[in-house]
C-alpha cells in the first residue's frame, strides 16, 4: 500500500466554551504546542514527507492536548516544548517508543 505522507500528525485544537463544559485541548495551549511541532519538524527533518495538522476534538479530552499519528495510529499527550522534543526525538527521529512511555497514551 502506498502512502501519501510519511506520517500524518493530527493536533487537536477543540476549544469548549461555558462554565459546565467539558476540558478541551484547545485551552491547554494545544495551538501552540502544534505550532512549535510543525517548524521544529521542518528544522530537523526537512527532506522527510511528514504532516502536521489541526483536528477537532478526537474525544480524548481530559488527556489533552493530544496527538494522534499515522499510519501507526499512536496516541500521545504533549504540554510542553520540552515533551515535544522528547517526542520528535524518540518518535521521529528514532522510533524508540519505549522512552515515550510517560506520553503515551493507550
Ligand atoms: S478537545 Fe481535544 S480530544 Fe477533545
Known sequence: ???FYEKHIFVCEN??????ARVSCGKHNAKKIREYLKQKIKE???ERKI???MSGCLDRCEL?????SYPEGDWFTLRT???VDQF???YI????????????IV
Do not use: C, F, H
Not at 527521529?93 to 503515551?104: I, P, V
Open 51 to 53: 504532516r502536521v495538522n
Open 81 to 83: 516544548e520540552k515533551e
Open 64 to 68: 489533552g492536548p493530544v496527538q494522534i
Open 15 to 20: 476549544i469548549r466554551e461555558g462554565e459546565n
Open 44 to 46: 530537523l527533518a526537512p
Open 88 to 90: 520528535i526525538k524518540y
Open 1 to 3: 500500500m502506498s502512502q
Open 93 to 104: 527521529q528514532s522510533n524508540s517508543l519505549e522512552s515515550l512511555d510517560t506520553l503515551r
